[in-house]
């Protein structure tokens, strides 16, 4: 099938280039000119998304070719991309960095599968002619790449512009769209080898601002839009977009509870989407304000930063007793990273301990180091209420937290095995007690369509169980 997508990849020669500020000042400025953008980040991230989804007004998705079948993104990208009149792809890391020597799932991957056309944004500091010699290598490395402009970044004056700018006209024959100068401020502050997220910037708008403001100053924004419009037909095999429809589950739909707050709030579009897909009715809860778990027949707890919001959560008390009791009577609860170090007893940052809701017995330690950091996949070795036996999960995993085992638990044990990741010990993950399920690991619901499917069933089951134990209640009473 031919398609006509406006489409760009932003990429650069390694993270921390200048990427995300690019593209959200990108979107912001096309969002004013009217055009209705989507926006998508490639790789397994959270925090660039957020930003992505504040300024474009539309859930930013993400494509990654480790997490989901090429089929499955490709589906992703084209039901959401047909809803818009331009479509903006953030790449991560360096265009050609992958898992392996093939450069296997790096954003150049990614780009040829979308057909999408790349402006490359390369940081020119104490280098002219050279810079057009690292293009060259670019462009002949993988002559498939539809490599189509150039951002020049941390421009030093006029002289090194100009001469870079013939340099690549000379040697590369690629159009340079805009030189960025060295900018003394920048308020997109940064921690764990990204931005911060924008859950916990006070002043968002003055950023996003900031951004739109380098992208009308120093980008060519009709050369830009020239490109992707040049650049709009997709010819795409209808035999390789692959789509798993879902429907309700049978019985009563059931109340499934997300933390959503500044604590909790790593969930993909996606995760959610297939469980109100399944017949879910999602209820929203706050950790930090919310003094009572309210009624709900499973909970889903992502991850986050529940480390910069310790002292807030350990003062919600009740909060924090209402879940134990809640998980002790046999609420299906399904917790990932951020969510199971929450569940576990202690937060120990700095020296200091601070009370978390206990229902795992072990305290998390935060290190100055990543603890976990990449692509997971893991066996299910062990019964439990979520994943078959047997199966196969990939995922994702990145924290600075480690696990202090306390004491030993005869109904605790994990269930996954690592096969590659870190884990809990480097060889396990996935903490099952009665319908607990913990683990350090992210799923994206379009990889691993069981994961919905089996929250939805335990909450289903978990429903039907309360039910019947207040109809025997009444015939008690009765």
């Known amino acids: 099938m031919k398609l006509y997508r406006p489409r760009l990849v932003i990429a650069a020669l390694r993270g921390g280039a200048g990427k995300t500020v690019i593209t959200l ?32 007004g539309s859930e930013c998705r993400n494509l990654d070719q480790f997490l989901m079948s090429e089929g499955e993104l490709l589906h992703s990208f084209l039901t959401t991309a047909t809803e818009s009149d331009i479509a903006l792809i953030e790449g991560n890391r360096g265009i050609f960095d992958g898992l392996d020597l093939a450069g296997t799932f790096s954003t150049a991957s990614l780009a040829k599968l979308l057909q999408a ?42 002289r090194q ?15 340079v769209v805009g030189a960025i100068p060295k900018l003394r401020s920048n308020p997109f502050p940064e921690r764990h080898m990204g931005l911060v997220p924008c859950q916990e910037q006070e002043e968002v708008t003055k950023s996003v601002l900031w951004a739109k403001k380098i992208v009308e100053d120093y980008l060519d924004l009709p050369k830009i839009l020239e490109i992707a419009e040049k650049n709009g037909n ?39 989407e297939q469980l109100k897909a399944l017949g ?35 003062h919600n008390s009740s909060f924090r007793r209402s879940l134990k009791e809640q998980i002790e009577q046999g609420l299906p609860v399904y917790a990932e990273c951020g969510g199971l170090m929450y569940l576990g007893r202690n937060l120990l940052i700095k020296d200091k301990l601070y009370p978390m809701v206990g229902a795992l017995p072990l305290d998390f330690a935060l290190e100055a180091r990543p603890q976990g950091h990449g ?99 009444c015939q008690k009473k009765d």
């Open 25 to 56: 000042g990108l979107c912001a400025v096309l969002r004013e000119k009217g055009l209705k953008v989507v926006s998508f980040k490639k790789g397994p991230d959270f925090i660039d998304p957020g930003w992505l989804s504040l300024v474009c």
């Open 117 to 158: 056309p790349v402006l490359l944004i390369v940081d020119v500091t104490m280098a002219t002619r050279t810079i057009a010699a690292t293009i060259k290598g670019c462009q002949t490395f993988d002559p498939d790449l539809n490599m189509a402009g150039i951002i020049l970044n941390r421009v030093a004056g006029k």
């Open 161 to 175: 512009e100009s001469l870079i700018r013939s340099c690549i006209d000379t040697f590369c024959e690629i159009p």
């Open 234 to 272: 997709m010819d795409i095999d209808p035999d390789l977009v692959e789509h798993h429809e879902l429907f309700p589950l049978e019985g009563a739909s059931p109340k499934i509870g997300v933390i959503r707050d500044r604590a909790f709030w790593f969930y993909y579009p996606e995760n959610l």
């Open 280 to 314: 879910a009715e999602i209820v929203e809860i706050n950790s930090l304000e919310d003094t009572q778990l309210p009624p709900v027949d499973a909970l889903y707890i992502g991850g986050g930063f529940p480390e910069t919001q310790a002292e807030h959560l350990s």
């Open 375 to 473: 692509y997971t996949i893991l066996e299910v070795v062990e019964e439990n209420p979520y994943y078959p036996k047997g199966g196969i999960i990939k995922g994702h995993e990145f924290h600075y937290s480690r696990p202090l085992f306390l004491e030993p638990d005869p109904e605790l044990a994990p269930v996954l095995k690592v096969l590659r990741g870190k884990g809990l010990d480097s060889s396990s993950d996935g903490l099952c007690k009665k319908n607990l399920f913990a683990t350090y690991t992210h799923i994206h619901a379009r990889g691993t369509p069981s994961w919905a499917r089996g929250l939805v069933k335990v909450a289903l089951l978990h429903k039907a169980a309360k039910i019947s134990n207040e109809n025997d209640f």
